[in-house]
């Protein structure tokens, strides 16, 4: 819209940019004032228009305006509709960078409109959300360490990174530019640091060790401060909303209730019918907890009900996934929990947690569109859907019943 000849067709500096719906209307609007009004032609031309196309243009110019949003802006939405979720496919988020070995890791960053994946082909990228384009940022690369996992801390202003093999971890500077190598944890005894979870409360990791160890690092001091044991190995964690809370699903099946405070084990429990747990997530706003098992079955609890009964009994038991699974994300506002199996291609269901019943339309049947998936994630205000999967691409969704990013 800085072209000279579109400048007069802007009326303040916000239209920098314009869909091409709404400057088609503005040409419009122009043309009618130079002509002292709607011409005959013009005006019989309009009427033919269905209403249902001006709707869809509308709805079209008000996407493009999210689209070129940055920052959050709360807005309120209604209730989500149950049985078919209104989504758009967007360009991959990492279109303008894929990988060439699997992605491992995608996430959104909790404030900024900025997306990061990261994989086997040993870098961490940074793309610009717009649905449109989605920008590469930056890119950092890792010699001789293909990625595991890659997650924000809950500032944003550092990405932590581990691999397969090592126990040496990155945490990236994104404000700074700084790669920092991790090499030596005091009071880790473990031969390689792979799996963590960032404490909701900031500057520390909870890292899953061997032998059903879980070891608290401070960031600060790259030590370890105590440490909580389950039997079995560890198959996943997840903490509650304030971070008081941690819940470990063990590979035998069982879930152990940790107090984050005075490291004791407040509960435990068996999760209904699993033979080998495989991954736990809890909901933003504290209600759910699901449990995913490798038979497939993923059973959703009552938050609460795990917290205070030795015994719970699963609100609702999905068995839309045949084989393991394997990666579980509750969307932020917890209408949506989102399934996922890596060792299947399409093997992504998206469960309506109101109704406790699974969205029919996605994913598409028709043709493959997400492959194999490993990580699941939500923007901040749940308007983008992304996956992580085998052919080094992020798939990007638009929720359209959200407002905000």
Known sequence: MSHRFRRDLIKGEAESTMSKPKLQQRMREQFQKSMGGAPSWAESKVKKKSKRKMKAEEDEDEEDDLMRKTGNFVAPSQSLPTGILRMKKCLHANSSRPSEARLSSVQFHPSAQVVMTAGLDQSVSLFQVDGQRNPLIQSVHLERFPVHKAEFSCDGATVVATSLKNKMFYLYDMMGGRVLPVHTVRGLNEARVKEFSVCPDGGALLLTGTRGYLHLL????????????????????????????????????????????????????????????????ASKNGQYLACGSQSGVVNIYSQEACLNSANPKPLKAVMNLLTSATALTFNPSSEILAIASRAEDEAVRLVHLPSLSVFSNFPVSKRKLVYRSSCLDFSPHSGFFSLANNKGHAPLFRLLHYNDF
């Open 218 to 281: 401070t960031l600060k001091t790259k030590e370890v401060v105590r440490s909580m044991k389950i039997h079995g190995d560890v198959a996943g964690v997840c903490f509650s909303r304030d971070g008081s809370k941690v819940f470990a699903h063990s590979e035998e099946g069982e879930v152990y209730v940790w107090d984050m405070r005075s490291s004791r084990c407040v509960n435990r429990f068996t999760d209904d019918g699993c033979v080998r747990g495989t991954s736990i997530a």
